[in-house]
């Protein structure tokens, strides 16, 4: 099975950038599709961005242009780059993969991202 573990939540001033990592272990050869997923409060978890194994992505329309998803060539660590960060974009941001071989959706336990002045 795989477990996911997110880092490089934080405060930031709106305009500013961060950089979550997630960093998988375990049944890594069956992961396919790696990915961030965020959840505000009082709102349900959304999509932000995915890479698909074949190296495309798929990005929430709120985001486009202002996020990037990238995964390392050994397929262990997914990153998200954050630009021109928004107080709407404040929310728990969570890590996750499709484990293939289960056919199973994996998450992380999320990291806190505050965008604010």
Request: aromatic share 8%; net charge positive; proline share 3%.
């Amino acid at each position: 099975q795989v477990q996911l573990v997110e880092s490089g939540g934080s405060l930031v001033q709106p305009g500013g950038s961060l950089k979550l990592s997630c960093a998988a272990t375990g049944s890594i050869p069956s992961i396919t599709t790696m990915g961030w997923y965020r959840q505000a409060p009082g709102k349900q978890r959304e999509l932000v961005a995915v890479v698909f194994s074949s190296g495309d992505t798929n990005y929430a329309a709120s985001v486009k242009g202002r996020f990037t998803v990238s995964r390392d060539n050994a397929k262990t660590t997914a990153y998200l780059q954050m630009n021109s960060l928004k107080p709407e974009d404040t929310a728990v941001y969570y890590c996750y993969a499709r484990d293939s071989s289960l056919r199973a959706d994996c998450w992380g336990q999320g990291t806190q991202v505050t965008v604010s002045s």
